[in-house]
């Protein structure tokens, strides 16, 4: 089982860095431009990458949930189904399911996971999505809630879906869940219960991660924006007595010289698709900046941050593998568990990332904690 210490309070720093991935579950690949992406949506190569990435070291899968077309990704499979392929095909990878609240109820994904947590042997988590593409909500017919009222429900979802997985008889009288006396059975392997990831930026979304999730992932930002969140939600989680992880989205540029890793940034943006990604930035609106306080995913992204869906060129994981490296380890150094790794061409990627980047991350850890052993600090 790859669970990250999340419940056990493990000392932080010396706990190695893990690496996701996003599943390319939705076809266009994760970046809004024409360039040749050497990625498919399709069962096939999804597989293959799954190898892929256990052998190169990734622990984690990230699923993602669309119902319709947002600005390139024509088709989407279904997270739950598509990563119970995964797990079928794999052994040691974590499958993250990302679900919407709302066309979910939680005791339909209560019920999903545990049942796929039994076919994989403990290997599945979830990702709790609040939602920000409203067209897709008119689309099916559910309704569309205000920003904080979203990630209410969302936290309702949350506590439904631990009470179920960890108590019998579950009782919980919510504004948007209602359950009595209800009783799982079989309850997950996984115990106390599969991972809770949950995302966004604004204060909404990170207040939830100080009380209700195991990780919060969030969109690609630099280090003093990363440094941020995390000084909130941690100094928040502390004062409820919660235990949270981080997970920080990348799109990782690898290449032997950092011209080539450049150059191939400039072509991504040089060759977006303007309507598209103005099309995504017009939709955005209804994320973070439909907040209270107007921050949030995207409230200051730009239009070359846009081209990648989740702001991964800010992170700068870009160059060779001995700067990307070090950036990874400056990551985990103000308190980031999990990257969350997106790339162009990703079966390639991510088997070079394993061979070239991964050791070098190891033997920056490595380095470091002798370093603290040595002046005594735990
Ligand atoms: C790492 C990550 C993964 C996400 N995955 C999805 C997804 O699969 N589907 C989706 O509709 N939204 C997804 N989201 C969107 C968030 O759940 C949330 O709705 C959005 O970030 C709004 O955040 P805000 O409250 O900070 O504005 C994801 C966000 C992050 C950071």
């Not at 052998?55 to 088709?75: C, E, P, V």
Request: charged content about 25%; proline content about 4%.
């Amino acid at each position: 089982m790859t669970d990250l210490p999340t419940t056990n309070g493990t000392a932080h720093g010396s706990d190695p860095i893990r690496f996701a991935y996003w599943v390319p579950n939705v076809s266009g690949g994760l970046v809004i431009s024409n360039i040749e992406q050497r990625t498919s949506w399709d069962f096939d190569y999804n597989i293959k990458l799954a190898q892929i990435a256990e052998n190169a070291g990734f622990d984690y899968a990230l699923s993602q949930i669309r119902f319709t077309a947002g600005y390139g990704a024509d088709n989407q499979h279904e997270p739950v189904i598509f990563s119970t392929a995964l797990l079928q095909n794999t052994e040691r990878l974590n499958l993250i399911v990302a679900v919407l609240p709302g066309p979910w109820h939680p005791a339909v994904l209560a019920k999903q996971v545990a049942t796929l947590d039994h076919l994989s042997k403990g290997r599945v988590s979830v990702n709790i999505v609040s939602g920000w593409f409203s067209g897709e909500f008119r689309a099916i017919g559910e309704p569309w809630l205000d920003h904080d009222e979203r990630y209410l429900r969302s936290a309702e979802f949350i506590q439904a879906i631990k009470g179920i997985w960890t108590e019998d008889n579950f009782t919980f009288h919510g504004r948007y869940y209602y359950f009595d006396n209800y009783t799982l059975k079989p309850k997950p392997l996984q115990k106390p219960h599969p991972t809770i990831f949950q995302g966004g930026s604004s204060r909404a979304a990170r207040d939830n991660a100080s009380r209700h999730s195991d990780v919060y992932f969030t969109n690609g930002n630099t280090v003093e924006g990363i440094k941020a969140q995390i000084d909130d939600i941690q100094s928040k989680a502390r004062a409820h007595g919660h235990k949270v992880r981080i997970g920080v989205n990348a799109f990782v540029i690898a290449r032997d010289t950092e011209g080539e890793a450049r150059e191939v940034l400039a072509e991504i943006i040089a060759k977006a698709n303007p309507e598209a990604v103005k099309g995504f930035a017009d939709e955005v609106v209804n994320a973070g900046k439909a907040s209270p306080e107007r921050e949030g995913n995207w409230a200051k992204s730009t239009f070359e941050d846009l081209v990648q869906y989740n702001d991964g060129f800010r992170t700068n994981l870009i160059g060779t593998p001995e700067q990307i490296a070090e950036r990874i380890v400056e990551l985990k150094r103000i308190g980031v568990d999990i990257i969350l790794s997106g790339f162009l061409h990703f079966q390639e990627e991510v088997e070079y990332f394993g061979r070239r980047v991964l050791p070098l991350v190891r033997e920056l850890e490595a380095q470091q904690l002798e370093a603290r052993t040595t002046v005594g600090v735990s």
